[in-house]
Each structure stands twice: as C-alpha cells, then as structure tokens.
C-alpha cells in the first residue's frame, strides 16, 4: 500500500532551520506531484508548498514565501521541506501528501487544495519557540 513518511521535526529557535523529509513508498514517486500542508491548534489546515512531478515548477503559500523551499529526489522518492528563519508562527504539524493528477497543468490555485491530493503521511511536529 502507499505510505508517505515524514521526518525532520523537532522544536527550534526562532530564526533557526530545519528540514523535513517524506519518504514515498507503494506508488510510482516520479509520477505524482508532492505538497506540504500544515495545521495548528485551533486553525484551519494551510498550504504551505507544492512541486510539479518533474520538480520543475513549485507554488509556495504567501507565509512562507522566500523562506521555505520545496524540492524533491525521485531516485530516493523523497520530497524535502527547507525551512529557514523559522518564526512561532509557523509552530504547527507538517504533513506530506501525493497527487497523481495534473495538478500544475491547471490554475493557480489548483496544487493548493489539499482535495487534489491523494495520498497522505501521518506528519510531524515543528515547534518555533520565541
């Protein structure tokens, strides 16, 4: 079955970095786009990245823009979250998630809506202290 395994969390100072990995596994990695998603207590689920099945194109949320970046290993079946100057903000559960559909051949906004994905990992925790 395909499973989707996050790791890389953990608890940082603001302005630190970190970064996260999803390992892929039961699916044929270089034909799904991969995404980032994130939830806080008490807030709705946020997009925070997306990249394309060949890794060309990449979509960022506007709160993590120019600090995140999304990239990905299909040899390994692995998609990356880089995080740098890390704020409180972005305290929350990071998850991965796959879509097979051709989600960057659409609108803007289609690889930001978690519907159009798949497949997801269970997450890990990111905790920004201040």
């Known amino acids: 079955q395909v499973q989707l395994v996050e790791s890389g969390g953990g608890w940082v100072q603001a302005g630190g970095s970190l970064r996260l990995s999803c390992v892929a596994s039961g699916l044929t990695f270089e034909n799904y786009a991969m995404g980032w998603f994130r939830q806080a207590p008490g807030k709705e689920r946020e997009f925070v990245a997306g990249i394309s099945w060949k890794g060309d194109r990449t979509t960022y949320g506007d709160s993590v823009k120019g600090r995140f970046t999304i990239s990905r290993d299909n040899a390994k079946n692995t998609a990356y979250l880089e995080m740098n100057s890390l704020e409180p903000e972005d305290t929350a559960f990071y998850s991965c998630?796959?879509?097979?559909?051709?989600?960057?051949?659409?609108?803007?906004?289609?690889?930001?809506?978690?519907?159009?994905?798949?497949?997801w990992g269970q997450g890990t925790q990111v905790t920004v202290s201040s």
């Open positions: 998630a796959a879509s097979g559909r051709s989600i960057f051949h659409g609108d803007y906004d289609t690889p930001r809506r978690g519907r159009e994905y798949d497949y």
